[in-house]
């Protein structure tokens, strides 16, 4: 089974500080994406990348950043936290060709608070 | 408009019965269509996938695809506890899955 793992259960920050959210998973798969999740909103994509080095925008980029050393680890950053990034984030993955069929596998996701 | 809409919900089912789940999406493009499981505080679990028109069953849970209608439903057959979670309906296109909001099942015993 591919094991998607993100670092954090839960976590709570402050204000304005630099936050790392970190996913990795395990089968070789070149697709990963974060998402967020908040009650009534479903899942909305933050970011994708294709490649390592590779990223694209998804639709609420705004306040987030993400770094793809290795094809592998996915990290999503939050620059300055705010309160308003309180929320699930999900980090899901799959391998190009296979999703078509398949859909993605997803990490447990990380519950952050922003205070 | 999102790219995929649910209807709301919730959904309260009696133990045995049937439940519905309706989805509609926007992007003609899509080439595939998912339902996740999500059981609360948990992250989603697919448990059907459709990319033909028409009916595709998997044990007790049904699903279609009307692509001219830009349908997709969900059918959950002899509704159980364990079924009660949210369930998320997504629709795939250029590498990405686009999600609706959800409907939350409740099956009452």
């Known amino acids: 089974d591919v094991k998607v793992t993100q670092s954090s259960r839960y976590l709570v920050k402050r204000t304005g500080e630099k936050v790392f959210l970190e996913c990795v998973q395990d089968?070789?798969?070149?697709?990963m994406f974060w998402y967020r999740q908040d009650p009534g909103l479903g899942l909305r994509l933050i970011y994708f990348?294709?490649?390592?080095?590779?990223?694209e925008k998804g639709d609420i980029p705004e306040g987030y950043s993400v770094s793809r050393e290795k094809k592998e680890r996915f990290s999503l950053i939050l620059e300055s936290a705010s309160t308003n990034q309180t929320s699930m984030y999900l980090c899901?993955?799959?391998?190009?060709?296979?999703?078509?069929?398949?859909?993605?596998?997803f990490g447990s996701g990380t519950r952050l608070t922003v205070v | 408009q999102k790219e995929v809409e649910q209807n709301s919900g919730p959904l309260s089912v009696p133990e045995g019965a049937i439940a519905s789940l309706n989805c509609t999406y926007s992007?003609?493009?899509?080439?595939?269509f998912f339902w996740y499981r999500q059981y609360s505080g948990k992250s989603p679990e697919l448990i059907m996938f459709?990319?033909?028109?028409g009916d595709k069953e998997d044990g007790r849970f049904t699903a279609q695809l009307n692509k001219a209608s830009q349908y997709v439903s969900l059918l959950i057959r002899d509704s159980q506890p364990s079924d009660s979670a949210t369930y998320l309906c997504?629709?795939?296109?250029?590498?990405?899955?686009?999600f609706g909001a959800g409907t939350t099942v409740t099956v009452r015993a």
């Open positions: 899901a993955s799959h391998k190009v060709g296979s999703a078509m069929d398949y859909g993605y596998t």
């Open positions: 089968m070789d798969h070149e697709n």
């Open positions: 990348s294709y490649d390592v080095k590779m990223k």
């Open positions: 992007d003609r493009g899509s080439q595939s």
């Open positions: 459709i990319y033909s028109n």
């Open positions: 997504a629709g795939y296109n250029d590498y990405k899955l686009s």
